[in-house]
T-cell receptor, first 113, second 114 residues
Framework: DAGVIQSPRHEVTEMGQEVTLRCKPI?????LFWYRQTMMRGLELLIY????????DSGMPEDRFSAKMPNASFSTLKIQPSEPRDSAVYFC???????????FGQGTRLTVV | AQSVSQHNHHVILSEAASLELGCNYS??????LFWYVQYPGQHLQLLLK??????LVKGIKGFEAEFIKSKFSFNLRKPSVQWSDTAEYFC????????????FGTGTSLTVIP
């Protein structure tokens, strides 16, 4: 298995633009997580899906952020409009069953200028 | 508030020194515990995990961790560190009653000097 695949690896965008981050979880995994990592705040859980259904989105910072999981093999995290303070590394992770383990993707480094 | 605490933010050791990184959590009930490592510029990788049974867990690359339920702790140890262990180390908790979310500590940056 290729592991959790995220795209793009790097994204540089101007403030106000829409940004879409993509994630392909490991086949057969039914849990999917989006995390944001910054120096100041560490790893923050943004949203968690189980069987394609959002279970907990309390970590989504504000309405500019939205996440979808239209099927078991694909998820997106969208920021519209983007702001410089959104600059961070965004990780997607998937897990095979409740609480067993989270496998992380390589991350997307987002820079908003 | 429920949390995962890593008390050591930055640790600097010489090669062959012993390592212990602290992790405390405040979630009650049944928990699964994890240590992840993040090498510079890379993603998080699992070092070891504890679900039940023997509270002393052995992981990859010579790392081990001990679960002490009474202290709500899951400290990471390695008897002799190597330069290649330079990385960020994250403790994580998955508590049954909170669903399947993984909550991470703020991380400990380890620098090993050759």
């Amino acid at each position: 298995d290729a592991g959790v695949i995220q795209s793009p690896r790097h994204e540089v965008t101007e403030m106000g633009q829409e940004v879409t981050l993509r994630c392909k979880p490991i086949s057969g995994h039914n849990s999917l997580f989006w995390y944001r990592q910054t120096m100041m705040r560490g790893l923050e859980l943004l949203i968690y899906f189980n069987n394609n259904v959002p279970i907990d989105d309390s970590g989504m910072p504000e309405d500019r952020f939205s996440a979808k999981m239209p099927n078991a093999s694909f998820s997106t995290l969208k920021i519209q409009p983007s702001e410089p303070r959104d600059s961070a590394v965004y990780f997607c992770a998937s897990g095979p069953a409740r609480g067993t383990e989270a496998f992380f993707g390589q991350g997307t480094r987002l820079t908003v200028v | 508030a429920q949390s995962v605490s890593q008390h050591n933010h930055h640790v600097i050791l010489s090669e062959a020194a012993s390592l212990e990184l602290g992790c405390n959590y405040s979630y009650g009930g049944t928990v699964n515990l994890f240590w992840y490592v993040q090498y510079p510029g890379q993603h998080l990788q699992l070092l070891l995990k504890y679900f039940s049974g023997d509270p002393l867990v052995k992981g990859i690359k010579g790392f081990e961790a001990e679960f002490i339920k009474s202290k709500f702790s899951f400290n990471l140890r390695k008897p002799s560190v190597q330069w290649s262990d330079t990385a960020e180390y994250f403790c994580a908790v998955n508590a049954a009653y909170t669903g399947n979310q993984f909550y991470f500590g703020t991380g400990t940056s380890l620098t090993v000097i050759p």
